[in-house]
């Protein structure tokens, strides 16, 4: 470690923070100062510090790398995994990390490359993972959130077992699904014994519009992010600098010689100082540093990149060879690449590197690493990444191009059975070896690892490296068409667009080939989304599409165009029954359980559960044949909406159920969090209201995980209504005004209106009516004026009618209900109506009551309603039997 010097400050601020993550409070610390100020000093002493002031925590390191960076999805977080598992001893009482990713954490297990190398390698063999992972098999994520949820869950987990210490070097090279990742898993750790601190360069970051300095500002706002920003080191400190690197005092006319040409950098400024010790300009008198006589005669280098070159020239040839080739790897090595690189025996080589670790402080050991091969090789890194640049940047011309070409035939033959865990490096080494077919391979291969994982952002940087090397127009529509799609995925329309444009202008005048077809096909969606042209265009575009690919024989693509058609404006379901049978000819199970599934979801919107309920049984049934336990999920979930709009709610509640299940095992939070949400207002509705709240609760809990925000709305709403169903006015209360507050920030006026009525009920429930009414003039003054009958509008309509009824104007009350039940088409709305047109002409006409309520009784007795069915009941033998029916 490099001598520690003027940072009191700041690591007393780092152990505070630290102290308050102990006791439960985490957060997120982000140390920012440019090259050689002391970021990492400051880091390694507070990490070595963290082992006597916490014992019981763990720290896990990570890095990002410049040369890799947007290549490798999630770099540190998969070296976290490898930090974690390498420490994975079984404590009395404690979890293993194999474990709790076999619970937690499949996704990264199976769909993260190097995340189930890293586990397989721990475990011995690949084999062994599915072996510990209890024999399942993982599809690859559904979603974004579905792999940072598992990723959240699984680090708290091990929290929950120690505290955590997380470190991020050079988040400047960090690559977008890495920063997102960080974003997510930091806003959910302020109530967690866990400390997040990254490091990163402030004028990297402005320079490339790095996305780390909005996720800070934006964990800033969140209460959990601070930055603690170096302040350039003083002339105490400086001196104390020279102290401890040389054990003596320094005079002034060294100490002014040091800051004139190497300014407050402690990089720059202990560099400087070694390269002067080395060449004799500085020497020890009398217990005393200074200048020697010559030093006028000899040329001080004037920047931190100088020093180290003119200290690299000294080293032995061998040593400086060696440091050359692995520079070209960029700033971590490995000892059996370098090796082969320079056609040394092995040995040989790490007794070398060696020197460089020990007498020379230019590299340090990070671990070992087990090849495909069998076989384990050394890791080193450069111990600044500045050495490393210099380095590379002064291997000129052919040399340069054949060292990197070089290492990408060593990559290769290394890794011969998976060179998919490689591809980024493959891509990059190709590309400055001048060889594009293969760089363009690999980048296209590596922008696919990156896209299943929705490193979309990594993706398109691999796709761009992919365009530059191409080589043939076949090629280059291939790659500017995946660029399309990226970009599409990443909400960048316009660049989405140009590439589709420039893709069909290559494809040229063969205008019938389905290529051009699925491109212009492509080229509607992205419009439709960007809002380039009218729905009427778009139309009449897809018809045209539609008709070549029909005259092609193309049928697949045929189903993705009618799919496309069904989603515009003024498109019917016809669309979606001709793509169910044009499935049904090609005999492709999945897109026939695709087509039977979309409609299905069509006809439950459009308010035919019947035949809905019809073509998500097929869908059911091939997805259970074929597999696919996201899309199981699914289709239970539309059942689920089927049979609750058929007035069958135990039917929904064994779909949702299943639906729900399913999600929970498949690890997909955000559809889970949906399907729990659609189950607990029907158990409410049941009198399930344990059931409800259960479901409900999940589903609030999964939408603070994911970040849900505007999901996170129903839940709420639902357990307001169930508390209010419960009679808990209070809790109601609270949980109307939690959604009022949500609603108005988030700008979601219906949800405004829902939770003002709530309220209004809560305060007519009290006997305030004044202050109800206040409410529902309020929800009013948000209605829009449109002849539709939207369900915000129940709520408002229910309210109003027993608020005239409280003032004793029956009149005004029953028409409101009477109005309302001809408009309403959920039979537990209507019947609710009923009830409530019952209970107010009771007072007046119990003759004419009693059938009113026997019609909403009948209606709940068919759903299952329990506690409305008891309160038609009781409002019935109040009458006693007055519609001259025995009273049940």
């Not at 402690?266 to 008198?285: D, I, N, T, Y």
């Not at 790897?329 to 460089?356: K, N, R, V, Y």
Request: hydrophobic fraction near 40%; glycine fraction near 8%; include cysteine.
């Amino acid at each position: 470690m490099t001598v520690f010097v003027g940072r009191t400050r700041e690591l007393e601020q780092l152990e505070s923070r630290l102290d308050r993550a102990l006791a439960g409070k985490g957060g997120v610390v982000f140390i920012t100062g440019e090259a050689g100020a002391g970021k990492s000093s400051l880091s390694e002493r507070f990490l070595a510090d963290v082992a006597g002031r916490a014992p019981a925590a763990r720290v896990i390191t990570a890095s990002c790398s410049e040369q890799y960076g947007a290549g490798e999805p999630y770099q540190p977080f998969v070296e976290a995994f490898r930090d974690l598992v390498s420490g994975d001893g079984r404590e009395s009482g404690k979890k293993g990390f194999r474990e709790l990713a076999r619970e937690l954490a499949p996704y990264w297990v199976a769909a993260i490359p190097v995340a189930g190398e890293v586990i397989a390698a721990t475990m011995l063999t690949a084999a062994e993972i599915k072996e510990t992972l209890g024999g399942m098999s993982v599809a690859a994520p559904p979603s974004e959130e579905a792999l940072f949820f598992q990723y959240t869950e699984l680090f708290f987990a091990a929290a929950g077992e120690q505290p955590m210490v997380l470190f991020i070097d050079d988040l400047h090279w960090a690559d977008r699904a890495s920063v997102s990742l960080l974003a997510h898993l930091a806003r959910k750790v302020s109530d967690k014994p866990v400390l997040i601190v990254g490091t990163y360069r402030p004028a990297d970051v402005e320079v490339s519009q790095h996305p780390i300095k909005q996720a800070k500002l934006e964990l800033e706002r969140y209460g959990v992010g601070e930055e603690l920003a170096l302040e350039p080191l003083d002339t105490v400190s400086l001196a104390e600098l020279v102290r401890g690197e040389l054990g003596g005092p320094a005079t002034p006319e060294l100490m002014h010689l040091l800051e004139r040409r190497a300014g407050t950098n402690p990089l720059f400024f202990s560099e400087l100082l070694s390269w002067m010790v080395e060449q004799g300009v500085a020497r020890e008198r009398h217990g005393e540093w200074g200048l020697a006589e010559s030093a006028e005669e000899v040329e001080v280098p004037r920047s931190v990149e100088s020093v180290i070159e003119k200290r690299l020239i000294r080293l032995d040839e061998d040593l400086y060879r060696a440091l050359e080739y692995a520079s070209v790897e960029g700033d971590e090595f490995d000892s059996t690449l370098l090796a082969g690189s320079l056609g040394m025996d092995e040995l040989e080589l790490e007794e070398l590197i060696d020197a460089a670790v020990r007498s020379h402080r230019l590299v340090r050991f990070s671990g070992t690493r087990d090849l495909p091969t069998g076989d384990q090789t050394s890791v080193y890194e450069f111990s600044h990444t500045l050495i490393q640049d210099v380095l590379h940047r002064n291997i000129h011309g052919k040399r340069r191009i054949l060292l990197h070409r070089k290492i990408a035939e060593l990559l290769e033959e290394i890794y011969e059975a998976d060179t998919e865990s490689v591809a980024h490096k493959l891509a990059l080494h190709y590309d400055e070896g001048r060889i594009p077919e293969r760089a363009c391979q690999y980048a296209m291969q590596a922008a696919e690892r990156a896209s299943r994982v929705y490193a979309h952002w990594d993706a398109i940087a691999l796709l761009e490296r992919a365009l530059r090397n191409t080589q043939t127009d076949e090629c280059r529509i291939e790659v500017l068409e995946r660029l399309g799609e990226e970009n599409e995925r990443v909400g960048r329309y316009t660049q989405a667009l140009q590439q589709f444009n420039q893709a069909l202008d290559a494809v040229g005048s063969e205008a019938e080939q389905i290529r051009a077809v699925r491109l212009r096909r492509k080229r509607v969606q992205v419009e439709r989304l960007h809002g380039s042209r009218s729905a009427d265009e778009l139309l009449g575009e897809l018809e045209s599409l539609a008709e070549r690919a029909r005259a092609l024989g193309e049928r697949a693509e045929l189903c993705e165009i009618l799919w496309c058609h069904s989603v515009l404006p003024g498109s019917a379901v016809d669309a979606e029954r001709e793509a169910l049978e044009i499935a049904a000819g090609t005999g492709e199970p999945g897109l026939v359980a695709r087509a039977h599934y979309l409609l299905a979801q069509s006809l439950a919107v459009g308010g035919n559960p019947v035949e809905a309920i019809s073509h998500a049984r097929g869908a059911l049934d091939s997805y259970a044949e074929y597999g696919g336990d996201i899309e199981l999920a699914r289709c239970h979930n539309t059942l689920g909406i089927a049979h609750v709009l058929l007035g069958d709610y135990q039917q929904a509640v064994e779909h949702f159920d299943a639906a729900a299940t399913i999600f929970d095992r498949a690890g997909e939070p955000g559809g889970e969090a949906i399907v729990r949400n659609n189950l607990g207002p029907l158990l409410t509705q049941m009198g399930d209201w344990d059931g409800a709240e259960e479901n409900l609760e999940e589903a609030v809990r999964l939408c603070l995980r994911t970040d849900a925000t505007a999901l996170l709305r129903h839940p709420l709403e639902n357990l307001a209504r169930l508390h209010q169903a419960r009679g808990d006015a209070e809790a109601a209360r609270v949980g109307w005004e939690e959604l009022l507050e949500r609603a108005q920030s988030m700008g979601y006026w219906d949800t405004e209106i829902v939770a003002r009525c709530g309220l209004g009920v809560v305060h007519l429930e009290a006997g305030d009516l004044g202050s109800a009414g206040v409410e529902l003039a309020a929800a009013r003054q948000l209605l829009p004026q449109e002849e539709e009958w939207p369900d915000y509008r129940e709520d408002l309509e229910l309210l109003a009618a027993r608020l005239a009824a409280a003032r004793g104007d029956d009149a005004e009350a029953l028409e409101i209900l009477e109005q309302a039940e001809a408009a309403v088409s959920d039979r537990h709305v209507w019947a609710t109506y009923r009830l409530y047109h019952g209970e107010i002409l009771s007072h007046s006409d119990p003759a004419r009551a009693g059938p009113i309520v026997r019609e909403a009784l009948d209606v709940f007795e068919q759903l299952g309603a329990e506690p409305m069915r008891q309160r038609a009941v009781a409002l019935l033998t109040q009458l006693g039997g007055s519609d001259g029916s025995p009273v049940g």
